[in-house]
Nanobody
Framework: VQLVESGGGLVQPGGSLRLSCAAS????????MSWYRQAPGKEREWVGT????????NYADSVKGRFTISRDNVKNTAYLQMTSLKPEDTAVYYC??????WGKGTLVTVSS
């Protein structure tokens, strides 16, 4: 199992960014996928989860209405579209698959 996040970077408050999670080594289309984040000095927190078919998506209250999770089961990739970014969204963002599989994360910094 391999999960590789990409798309992080520096963005100004109010800006947008799209993260990708490229998956390999397992049957992606049958697995629920999740996004988590860990801000400096804080514990890792759940951001949201998407069902295997992409029809059921749940979000943490802190990102609801601003973040959108999607997936492409042909490209074996999950996405996290982030809009209206705030400085408190600064964190390393990870994708996760059940069984304890994590990517190495991608850093998002929201700052002017």
């Amino acid at each position: 199992v391999q999960l590789v996040e990409s798309g992080g970077g520096l963005v100004q408050p109010g800006g947008s960014l799209r993260l990708s999670c490229a998956a390999s080594g397992f049957t992606f289309r049958i697995e629920v996928m999740s996004w988590y984040r860990q801000a400096p000095g804080k514990e890792r927190e759940w951001v949201g989860t998407i069902s295997s078919g992409g029809f059921i998506i749940n979000y943490a209250d802190s990102v609801k209405g601003r973040f959108t999770i999607s997936r492409d089961n042909v490209k074996n990739t999950a996405y996290l579209q982030m809009t209206s970014l705030k400085p408190e969204d600064t964190a390393v963002y990870y994708c996760y698959r059940r069984g304890g599989y994590w990517g190495k994360g991608t850093l998002v910094t929201v700052s002017s």
